[in-house]
């Protein structure tokens, strides 16, 4: 089961577009009402705030985009495709945007009422998912739910492991959906990849870590492909040497997230990908001027007041 477009919903974003290239919009209005409108909803980037941002920054001077972030939509005229003008207003000031189409987008939700699952006994949860088990199962014998209608991240990544999870149970194998590594990607240009903990996530569970980053130019592919945009990021736990969380921002960033997901699961250490020979010149080497650059002060400053800092979230 999927989901369908849901139309009784807070507007996610607006996109008013100006006559131009195929696909090329100058000017992009967003109204980031997620919680509101979709809180089981993946993610996407208004729930990525701290690289969001930076992702707005490197976008607008190159793609001629403008963002504007949580305004309030207050009348919209015209016909998308002819000629169409929104008045918007953001912190106390109003504003005109013109275009010639409009894209709003309204999130998905549950395609479940009507469908007979009452009758199976099958459970949904107050927001119209299936209630499920880490098996997957649902409160009916025999019956097991897969994909977004479980409440999966809506990821056609997560789904396929989703079946994996339903044939384990239904096989005897004990793979659950507890514990997973969901790895997000959004195929933006350049590409916006993350995988664990975020740095927002970290500090509001308190968790101390050493942040290593470098700019794309760093990285010799990136530089011979001319796409130095972004960045790479990683966040290495300050105890040991196992990594929290990775984010990548530029070229191949789907691709280079990858390796240390894969890490990640298997808990090796962030050593192990630093000290790698790997093939030259590839965007995946660039983990190793990544991990072998200096962390953040919050390194040196842990290991001055280690007893101090391991309940607390280190500030960079």
Not at 20 to 43: K, Q, S, T
Not at 197 to 215: C, D, H, N, T, V
Not at 302 to 312: C, F, P, Q, S, V
């Amino acid at each position: 089961m999927r989901t369908r477009t849901k139309v009784a919903v807070p507007i996610l974003a607006v996109a008013v577009l100006v006559a131009g290239y195929a696909f090329r919009p100058e000017r992009l209005v967003v109204n980031r009402r997620v919680d509101e409108a979709m809180p089981n909803a993946p993610g996407a980037l208004a729930a990525q705030p701290l690289e969001s941002g930076r992702l707005y920054s490197i976008l607008h001077p190159t793609e001629g985009v403008d963002f504007v972030l949580k305004p309030r939509i207050n009348r919209a005229s015209g016909k998308s495709g002819q000629s169409v003008t929104v008045l918007l207003e953001q912190n106390g000031l109003t504003k005109t945007v013109e275009g010639s189409h409009v894209l709003v987008a309204t999130g998905r939700t549950p395609n479940t009422q009507g469908i007979g699952l009452e009758l199976a006994g099958v459970e949904l949860s107050h927001s119209g998912y299936i209630k499920v088990n880490e098996n997957l199962q649902t409160t009916a014998p025999g019956v097991w739910a897969i994909g977004e209608v479980a409440g999966s991240p809506q990821f056609t990544h997560v789904s396929v492991d989703d079946f994996r999870v339903v044939y384990a149970s239904i096989t005897g194998g004990k793979r659950v959906t507890t514990g997973r590594q969901n790895p997000f990607c959004l195929f933006t240009d350049p590409e916006f990849a993350r995988i664990g903990l975020s740095e927002k996530e970290a500090k509001r569970q308190g968790i101390a870590y050493r942040l290593f980053k470098i700019p794309m130019n760093a990285v010799m592919r990136a530089t011979t492909l001319s796409e130095t945009r972004g960045f790479l990021k990683a966040s290495v736990e300050i105890e040991g040497e196992h990594i929290l969380g990775f984010t990548a921002l530029g070229v191949g960033a789907g691709e280079i997230i990858a390796s240390v997901q894969i890490a990640m699961t298997s808990g090796l250490p962030y050593t192990t990908l630093r000290d790698s020979i790997l093939t030259h010149p590839t965007l995946v080497e660039g983990l190793i001027p990544l991990f072998s650059s200096s962390a953040s002060k919050a390194e040196s400053t842990a290991k001055d007041n280690r007893t101090g800092l391991l309940r607390k979230t280190v500030s960079h």
